[in-house]
């Protein structure tokens, strides 16, 4: 596996688990606090996440929660410009990514920006020519398991095997992108999208198998339904439960936590790094 993740003047070593930071430019993202509506809310949310040394932020500007209402180009545009301007600018030292399945999306933001990961929850199936854009241009790429869109996807929900048919899925689609000459893949077992809630846990126990497919695993659960619809709470009060999955997640081998708290994941972190060393492991750094 690639243990060091490049992207444009970046590096970041795998050799510890990682923290992905997520920042929604949107009005309707399922979790309140994770959106900024200007660029002083940006920076303010960028802020904290420097502050307890976040390792990526992710700027989504198309909110892909279940039904969802659809966003035009020129407004997600429009709405990552004003991001990315900012953090750009404010916080150079941190690696970026963007979650967007539009290729155009992907060269515009490029050629304006530098050098980010393409977060796609759509594994390219949305807008193929995505994958080779990607590749073109050099960029990391995640590439999550999902079926239709905000409107269909949970009307999608029929598995023989949700284990192996995500987990098939992922080899596929490593595959086919590495094929087109994207040198760097990230996969996203993409919890929470067309899964019902058993579903999203069945899956969740089988971590373990995809973190040893020979590239870097991303888990996103943070504040998901798979939480707080099981619990009977909601996405405002289900930080304890995501931590507590979170170090589960990194128990079976998780490279990389997409979060919305990134101060209460880094602690959790340290600690999984704390016990490992005492452990006699030694396989994790602080």
């Not at 976040?54 to 500007?61: E, K, L, M, S």
Request: a neutral charge.
């Amino acid at each position: 596996m690639n243990t060091t993740i490049t992207c444009g003047t970046h590096r970041l070593s795998l050799d510890k688990p990682r923290i992905m930071g997520i920042i929604n430019v949107t009005p309707d993202s399922f979790f309140s606090e994770s959106r900024c509506a200007t660029a002083t809310e940006v920076l303010q949310k960028a802020e904290q996440m420097a502050v307890y040394a976040t390792d990526i932020i992710d700027v989504g500007a198309y909110s892909t929660r279940p039904g969802a209402a659809e966003v035009s180009e020129d407004e997600e545009i429009r709405r990552l410009d004003m991001a990315l301007a900012a953090l750009t600018t404010h916080f150079p030292h941190i690696m970026l990514s963007v979650d967007t399945f539009r290729a155009g999306i992907v060269q515009r933001m490029a050629e304006r920006y530098g050098a980010f990961i393409v977060n796609d929850v759509t594994g390219g199936e949305t807008e193929p020519q995505l994958l080779s854009v990607t590749a073109r241009l050099n960029l990391p790429y995640i590439a999550m398991h999902s079926r239709g869109n905000s409107q269909t996807m949970q009307q999608l929900t029929g598995y023989n095997d949700v284990v192996q048919e995500v987990i098939g899925y992922l080899k596929n689609k490593t595959a086919e992108c590495r094929k087109l000459g994207i040198a760097q893949v990230i996969i996203d077992p993409g919890f929470g999208f067309a899964k019902t809630v058993a579903q999203n846990y069945e899956l969740f126990n089988h971590i373990k198998d995809m973190a040893t497919l020979d590239v870097p695993l991303l888990v996103g659960i943070s504040r998901k339904t798979m939480i707080w619809k099981a619990l009977g709470i909601t996405p405002d009060t289900a930080l304890t439960a995501t931590s507590a999955l979170h170090l589960q997640a990194l128990l079976q081998g998780a490279h990389i936590l997409r979060v919305h708290d990134v101060k209460e994941a880094r602690q959790m972190v340290r600690l999984f790094g704390i016990n490992a060393c005492y452990s006699g492991t030694d396989k994790v750094k602080v």
